[in-house]
T-cell receptor, first 113, second 115 residues
Framework: DQQVKQNSPSLSVQEGRISILNCDYTNSMFDYFLWYKKYPAEGPTFLISISSIKDKNEDGRFTVFLNKSAKHLSLHIVPSQPGDSAVYFCAASVPSGTYKYIFGTGTRLKVLA | GAGVSQTPSNKVTEKGKYVELRCDPISGHTALYWYRQSLGQGPEFLIYFQGTGAADDSGLPNDRFFAVRPEGSVSTLKIQRTERGDSAVYLC?????????????FGPGTRLTVL
């Protein structure tokens, strides 16, 4: 039972354009969402997060949107840069004392120069 | 400052052998997590430590898997009688675990291959 889903395994975008990565979840109890970025042979690194009480959070070129009614979140990167090429994981935090993450399967973004 | 480190970076073993994977969290981080990432999947939660105690081990797949954190810092994930299906990247993460969810900082992982 995949509680966090990233249905696009890969995405290619031209440099300078917008990249939109999508994520759907099934558990309405999730209260905190995060995006992590992963380069080969490295651990995931935190990118941006959003609490369930918000619908948007912005940090520089990165914006995360949350639509609770649709159980959907998206990450917008604008403008996209070649260095953004990586695998992006969406994660949701379980509302318990552990705050463990449930990850999606990832989307591989390739930004073409 | 130093991030989360994991050793070894790669481990190749034979089916049925015992392995230990080590994690050094960021100094001062009381929360420590182990995740496992199989090919084409996202990381899957295994176990969570708050200090020295395993507060949530619900993700451990079976009793061949065990983890310790005796002094509340370094943690070791132990796998007995390894099987080919245990092959994966094992990731460790730490966080300050203040009230509410906090950013987890991940190590580079240990790639385990069971032949």
């Amino acid at each position: 039972d995949q509680q966090v889903k990233q249905n696009s395994p890969s995405l290619s975008v031209q440099e300078g354009r917008i990249s939109i990565l999508n994520c759907d979840y099934t558990n309405s109890m999730f209260d905190y969402f995060l995006w992590y970025k992963k380069y080969p042979a490295e651990g995931p690194t935190f990118l941006i997060s959003i609490s369930s009480i918000k619908d948007k959070n912005e940090d520089g070129r990165f914006t995360v949107f949350l639509n609770k009614s649709a159980k959907h979140l998206s990450l917008h990167i604008v403008p996209s840069q070649p260095g953004d090429s990586a695998v992006y994981f969406c994660a949701a935090s379980v509302p318990s004392g552990t705050y463990k993450y449930i990850f999606g399967t990832g989307t591989r973004l390739k930004v073409l120069a | 400052g130093a991030g989360v480190s994991q050793t070894p970076s790669n481990k190749v073993t034979e089916k049925g052998k015992y392995v230990e994977l080590r994690c050094d969290p960021i100094s001062g981080h009381t929360a420590l997590y182990w995740y496992r990432q199989s090919l084409g999947q996202g990381p899957e939660f295994l176990i969570y430590f708050q200090g020295t105690g395993a507060a949530d081990d619900s993700g451990l797949p079976n009793d061949r898997f065990f983890a310790v954190r005796p002094e509340g810092s370094v943690s070791t994930l132990k796998i007995q009688r390894t099987e080919r299906g245990d092959s994966a990247v094992y990731l460790c993460a730490s966080s300050l675990n203040l009230a509410g969810p906090n950013e987890q900082f991940f190590g580079p992982g240990t790639r385990l291959t069971v032949l």
